[in-house]
């Protein structure tokens, strides 16, 4: 099996560079191409892939391949690429509310796979939700599974809603961890720490917190309950989250964002 990536961005470099390591594949089988003639450049120093400049090298080769490119390059892409095309490759794709329809117009193919991956997928820890159009077959399908497997933990999803629903969860996620640590960080700053240790205390908090979580089967509510004796000062801070509908605000952000990638499907 042949894999192309297409787009050697963030995301694109990140899934070549999981695969890359990964027993699936070897250097060989793993190509990836960018329009950018300075960035295919600098990739040459790169010895796990081979790099291509010119799409009608790489991609008739291809069994599989990976759209990298953003959502607002697609039409560009589909245009450039779609005479270089053949109906047994399979096409797995990245761009955030490019659904599965479009793609397969876009292209002229039918064996479609549009994943939502997330960002800590760059350190090995990433989160990627997927589906698939009817003519991906079951075996294609475990195939496609190892692949994101790579760049950390995959989950099947039965259609493209759900896709933008873990846009809201897992995808735009990290974000929402990131304002709850500057939170902290800003609070800690406050209370008259230095910068260095406000990081220090809010990442051990959470990397500890998420790693204790992950050694139990307790509900996040149970380890509240285990944390916060009544009249203590835990308590005080969730009764404080409580008062001011913390919770309730943070569910309608994600729903903000599943809302907002169905309208960009649209
Ligand atoms: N980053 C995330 O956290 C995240 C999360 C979920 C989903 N995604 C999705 O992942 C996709 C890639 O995002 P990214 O952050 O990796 O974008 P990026 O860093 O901008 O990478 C895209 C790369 O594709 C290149 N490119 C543009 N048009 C091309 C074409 N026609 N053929 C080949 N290469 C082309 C771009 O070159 P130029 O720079 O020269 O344009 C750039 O190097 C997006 O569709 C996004 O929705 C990203």
Redesign the pocket.
């Known amino acids: 099996m042949k894999v192309l990536v297409?787009?050697?961005?963030?995301?694109?470099l990140t899934y070549a560079e999981g695969m890359a390591k990964s027993p699936y594949l070897n250097r060989r089988n793993l190509m990836i191409?960018?329009?950018?003639p300075e960035?295919t450049l600098e990739l040459r120093e790169i010895p796990n892939f081979d790099v291509y400049d010119k799409?009608d090298d790489c991609l008739p080769k291809a069994d599989v391949v990976f759209i990298?490119?953003?959502?607002y390059?697609s039409e560009?892409?589909f245009n450039?690429i779609k005479k270089h095309v053949n109906e047994s490759q399979l096409f797995i794709s990245?761009?955030?509310?490019?659904t599965i329809n479009t793609i397969q117009e876009g292209l002229g193919i039918k064996k479609v796979v549009r994943a939502?991956?997330?960002?800590p997928a760059k350190v090995g820890l990433g989160m990627t939700s997927f589906t698939e159009s009817k003519e991906v077959s079951r075996i294609e399908l475990i195939m496609v599974r190892n692949l994101l497997d790579t760049t950390g933990e995959a989950i099947h999803v039965q259609n493209e809603n759900f896709i933008n629903a873990s846009t809201g969860i897992s995808?735009s996620g990290p974000a929402y961890v990131f304002y709850f640590m500057q939170s902290m960080m800003e609070a800690a700053l406050k209370m008259g720490f230095s910068q260095n240790d406000s990081k220090i205390l809010v990442t051990q908090t959470f990397e500890g917190a998420v790693a204790l979580f992950n050694d139990s089967d307790l509900s996040p509510n149970a380890w509240m309950d285990m944390v916060a004796s009544k009249g203590g000062t835990t308590r005080a801070a969730l009764d404080s989250m409580e008062d001011n509908n913390v919770k309730e605000l943070i569910k309608e952000a994600a729903y903000a964002a599943f809302d907002r990638a169905t309208e960009l499907g649209k």
């Open positions: 297409i787009g050697a961005g963030n995301m694109g191409y960018d329009v950018s960035k799409i990298a490119v953003k959502p390059h560009e892409l450039s990245l761009m955030a509310g490019i939502m991956p997330n960002l995808g």
